[in-house]
């Protein structure tokens, strides 16, 4: 079956970085674009990042760009996500998954595992 495992979440300052993992297992991970989606208590899940199989092209939401930055290992079914410049807005719980398109990535909810929580704060 199609699983994913998150890790990597913490508590940090604002100004602060993290590097979130994710490790992909029950199916052709070097074959499919990932995203990461995060989801603050009470709000619905927001589109983070994408980027395609190959690692050619990344995707960011604006709210993050220049300052996280997605990267895989097809190698090791591992997918990254370097987050500096922290802020509190950042955070959420993080999930990773399968697609590319916010549409297609919010349609596979049930495989985005359980997540890691990141919270930003002084």
């Known amino acids: 079956e199609v699983q994913v495992v998150e890790s990597g979440g913490g508590t940090v300052q604002p100004g602060g970085s993290l590097r979130l993992s994710c490790v992909a297992s029950?199916?052709?991970?070097?074959?499919?674009?990932m995203s990461w989606v995060r989801q603050a208590p009470g709000k619905g899940p927001e589109w983070v990042s994408a980027i395609k199989f190959d690692g050619y092209n990344t995707y960011y939401a604006d709210s993050v760009k220049g300052r996280f930055t997605i990267s895989r290992d097809n190698a090791k079914n591992t997918l990254y996500l370097q987050m500096n410049s922290l802020k509190p807005g950042d955070t959420a719980l993080y999930y990773c998954a399968r697609g590319r398109r916010p549409e297609v990535v919010f349609s596979t909810r049930n495989s985005w595992g359980q997540g890691t929580q990141v919270t930003v704060s002084s």
């Open positions: 029950g199916f052709t991970f070097s074959s499919y674009d």
